[in-house]
């Protein structure tokens, strides 16, 4: 294979295509890269140094330092009062693996969240997730002596992400009827609680005071 180990150098002394952040970052992986195939020092190379610099220039139009770090914080601030999982189901996380993991250890919580709801005692249930191939999203299982629910991205689309039914046990793989619900309605444990006790014809229990965190 050839390079043009020259390539980086030219575009570092006339770096006037590099007019934006996305054009700039991909000339500056670029000369990386070159840097990495002459086998020289990336942190002294010219035309790296140069590129970085230019960085400067195409944001000497954007806003001051002060505004941008505002802005940060309050979608930092915005995100945190938001939860996410149903964002992760509406984009999908196959192929992600970032995203599939955020998506078990929320899914993990908030199915610990709907078994406070339904007042199961520590010990009478489990939830365990299953993250399965790449291609998919997996899932996540709450399992109970009465009742069954499971949390993942549904190829039947929007609405569908939970299914739960009665069971006879823990052992009981196959139970009654399924029965659907949205990821939205599990950010609301004390609600779907109620449904899953009416649809399923559970006993009533305790509401709980407060949800576990």
């Not at 002060?66 to 601030?77: D, P, S, T």
């Not at 993250?131 to 009465?146: F, K, N």
């Not at 069971?167 to 779907?192: C, F, K, M, T």
């Amino acid at each position: 294979m050839s390079y043009d180990l020259a390539f980086r150098h030219n575009q570092a002394l006339d770096p006037s295509g590099c007019i934006t952040i996305a054009s700039t970052v991909h000339a500056l992986e670029a000369a990386i890269t070159d840097c990495r195939n002459a086998g020289k020092d990336i942190e002294a190379d010219p035309a790296v140094i140069l590129l970085a610099r230019h960085f400067s220039s195409v944001c000497s139009d954007r806003p001051a330092e002060a505004e941008l770090r505002k802005a940060c914080m309050a979608q930092i601030a915005d995100i945190r009062s938001r939860p996410t999982l149903h964002i992760l189901c509406d984009r999908g996380v196959a192929y992600d693996p970032p995203a599939k993991r955020a998506f078990h250890a929320e899914g993990r919580r908030a199915l610990m969240r709907l078994a406070d709801a339904l007042g199961l005692a520590p010990g009478s249930f489990t939830v365990r997730s299953n993250q399965a191939g790449p291609g998919v999203s997996g899932d996540v299982t709450l399992r109970g002596d009465e009742v069954w629910v499971q949390l993942s991205v549904s190829l039947m689309g929007p609405d569908h992400e939970i299914c739960f039914r009665r069971v006879q046990g823990r052992d009981d793989h196959i139970g009654e009827r399924n029965n659907w619900a949205s990821v939205r309605e599990l950010l609301d444990p004390v609600r779907l609680c109620h449904r899953i006790r009416r649809e399923l014809k559970l006993p009533s229990s305790r509401v709980p005071q407060r949800l576990i965190p």
